[in-house]
């Protein structure tokens, strides 16, 4: 069998790094990228330069990202998936009160990063017939207080994947939205500035989405036949729901 290659940004942590393991364990090469080179250096350490190449840049960087896919080595420059992972959550402050700088780098990085790698990869996904995943969340369905621009950047996402599903029916790419809940993963760190406190207390007693729990979602959908596209797959821990709708009264 052929090995195939994916490209998984966001590898430095969370869902990204456990892909990371999950796709190598079973056979693929990948590419990891991500800001944090010291988490990147080590899978290649673990698992070697003929399955493992990592690209450490800042995805809101194009010229970096451009850079990092001219030197990709011949092994890793045929890619059949790209996981679209890398992303972020900033604040949890409603609209009125948010830093707008917090909202611009959210949008640089969920949509806009997002949307350039994917536009600089899809003439090789269409030669090879490949497949690109997305991770949405249901944030970008479901609205909550203070999820204003994370949540929107999520609903583009999310969006985006089926727009981009009617563009290449007939190209033989593949194209999903996984859209995951309640998720224990540095997330929450990241959206608070580093509050592990309020971290811990976010996912207790809930029993969160696992990374490894996405990351066999994405194995999953990457590796059905074929001829089967999953179009969205909402995901959330059992003891999670979405919440009602909620009135003001003066
Ligand atoms: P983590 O914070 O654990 O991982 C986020 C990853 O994104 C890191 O590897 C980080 O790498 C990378 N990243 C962020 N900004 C950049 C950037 N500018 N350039 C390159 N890489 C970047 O969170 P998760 O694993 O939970 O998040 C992964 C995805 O899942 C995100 O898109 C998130 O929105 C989404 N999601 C998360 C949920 C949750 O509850 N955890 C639920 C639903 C969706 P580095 O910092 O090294 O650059
Ligand atoms: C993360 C899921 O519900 O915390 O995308 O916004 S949620």
Redesign the pocket.
């Known amino acids: 069998m052929t090995t195939k290659t994916a490209w998984i940004?966001?590898?430095?942590?969370?869902?990204?790094?456990a892909a990371v393991e999950r796709f190598v364990a079973g056979g693929w090469r990948v590419i990891a990228?991500?800001?944090?080179a010291e988490?990147l250096q080590p899978l290649v350490e673990r698992h070697g330069a003929d399955r493992v190449h990592v690209a450490a840049?800042?995805?809101?960087d194009e010229a970096a990202l451009r850079a990092a896919h001219a030197a990709l080595p011949p092994a890793f420059a045929g890619i059949d998936l790209l996981v679209n992972?890398?992303?972020?959550?900033l604040g949890t402050a409603p609209a009125q009160q948010a830093d707008l700088s917090q909202w611009k780098q959210m949008i640089d990085?969920?949509v806009t990063?997002l949307v350039t790698i994917t536009h600089l990869l899809l003439p090789q996904l269409i030669e090879r017939r490949g497949a690109i995943v997305n991770?949405?969340?249901?944030?970008g369905s479901y609205a909550y207080r203070g999820g204003n621009v994370?949540g929107a950047s999520?609903a583009f996402v999310t969006q985006f994947s089926q727009n981009l599903r009617v563009d290449l029916l007939g190209t033989g790419v593949r194209v999903s939205s996984i859209?995951?809940?309640?998720?224990?993963?540095?997330?929450?760190?990241?959206r608070t500035g580093g509050d592990q406190a309020a971290s811990d207390q976010l996912y207790a007693g809930v029993h969160?989405?696992t990374?490894t729990d996405?990351a066999d979602t994405i194995w999953w959908i990457a590796n059905l036949p074929a001829h089967l596209n999953i179009n969205r797959v909402e995901v959330m821990p059992v003891n999670q729901s979405a919440a009602g709708l909620q009135v003001h009264r003066d």
């Open positions: 940004t966001g590898a430095t942590s969370g869902f990204g790094a990228s991500g800001r944090r988490r840049f800042d995805m809101r992972n890398a992303g972020l959550a990085t969920n990063a991770i949405s969340s249901i944030s994370y999520k859209e995951p809940g309640m998720a224990e993963t540095e997330f929450t760190l990241v969160p989405i990374a996405i």
